[in-house]
């Protein structure tokens, strides 16, 4: 089978995976060598544990996890990792996250794994959906204090990306001159 024929019958996502590692391997060297990204990436990472804490602490993740494996799905369903761009993809494998080569399950995102998403730097709707069952169970001073945490994470994971992006584009600017 030619390469033409073998593109043609991946998702878009594993087109978006082949990307970020193409882009991993021009720029991952000078890109973890960077102080600022490391910066950043060292800043996300703090703030993806903090939120995935505070998901453990209210329960949330018990929650979802039932409603996959007991209730025949969840919120992380088929066609989310669309949302997914090569570059926030980069970040995850920058920060070691290994990107799965298929899907586990049909009627699932493409991320979600047995422990849930294998992914650290998560998109937007990935970070802050909360289904009626959870707004309703949860507090709203936890709420609020969920959401606070969460946006701290979007926010270092915009900081990260842009910073990704302008370092290739630097690179690339530079390699041109």
């Known amino acids: ?26 720029w991952g060297l000078s890109l973890s060598g960077d102080h600022r990204i490391r910066e950043l990436l060292m800043g996300l990472q703090q703030k993806t544990a903090a939120s995935r804490q505070a998901m453990y602490d209210l329960g949330i993740v018990a929650v979802c996890k039932s409603c996959e494996e007991e209730d025949g799905g969840s919120c992380c369903g088929k066609g989310i990792e ?9 970040a995850n494998l920058l920060m070691g996250r290994r ?16 422990e ?42 915009f900081a990260l990306t ?8 630097d690179g690339i600017q530079m390699q041109i001159a």
């Open 82 to 90: 669309d949302k997914y761009s090569p570059v926030l993809l980069v």
């Open 99 to 114: 990107l799965p080569e298929q899907r586990r399950q049909a009627d699932s995102c493409y991320f979600l794994g047995r």
């Open 162 to 169: 842009e910073a990704i992006k302008k370092f290739i584009c």
């Open 116 to 157: 849930g998403c294998c992914l650290e730097a998560r998109e937007v709707i990935c970070v802050n959906y909360l289904c009626r069952r959870l707004q309703s169970t949860i507090p709203l001073c936890d709420l609020i204090r969920l959401q606070t945490i969460n946006g701290e994470e979007l926010d270092a994971a």
């Open 1 to 26: 089978m030619s390469s033409i024929e073998t593109a043609d019958r991946r998702s878009p996502i594993q087109e978006k995976i082949r990307i970020a590692h193409e882009l991993l391997a021009s």
